[in-house]
Nanobody
């Protein structure tokens, strides 16, 4: 399973960005899809996740500003980010838990990350 993230960039404070992450390759089933972020010198933190049934979870810092969604037909997860702040500057990673074949165990896969920079 390969993950390709896109949509990052430079935006002014208060602006919006929409991140996308498409899964490709040998995919039998995708369970949870999620976004994490990692700021320079800090650990990687969970931003939001979404189950295959559409149940969402948000870390407290992002509730009301960020929205996670997914397109199961396209094996793609999105992160709509509104009201961006300079402290949101980080590399954003998508992660997918899934099985490449019916008999394989569920495994976590990671994308390469996309840079989001918010200027003040």
């Amino acid at each position: 399973v390969q993950l390709q993230a896109s949509g990052g960039g430079l935006v002014q404070a208060g602006g919006s960005l929409r991140l996308s992450c498409a899964a490709s390759g040998s995919i039998f089933k995708i369970n949870v899809m999620a976004w994490y972020r990692q700021a320079p010198g800090k650990q990687r933190d969970l931003v939001a996740s979404i189950s295959s049934y559409g149940r969402t979870y948000y870390a407290d810092s992002f509730k009301g500003r960020f929205t996670i969604s997914r397109d199961n037909a396209e094996n793609t997860v999105y992160l709509q980010m509104n009201g961006l702040k300079p402290e949101d500057t980080a590399v954003y990673f998508c992660s997918v838990n899934g099985r490449p074949t019916p008999v394989a165990l569920s495994t976590d896969y990671w994308g390469q990350g996309t840079q989001v920079t918010v200027s003040s």
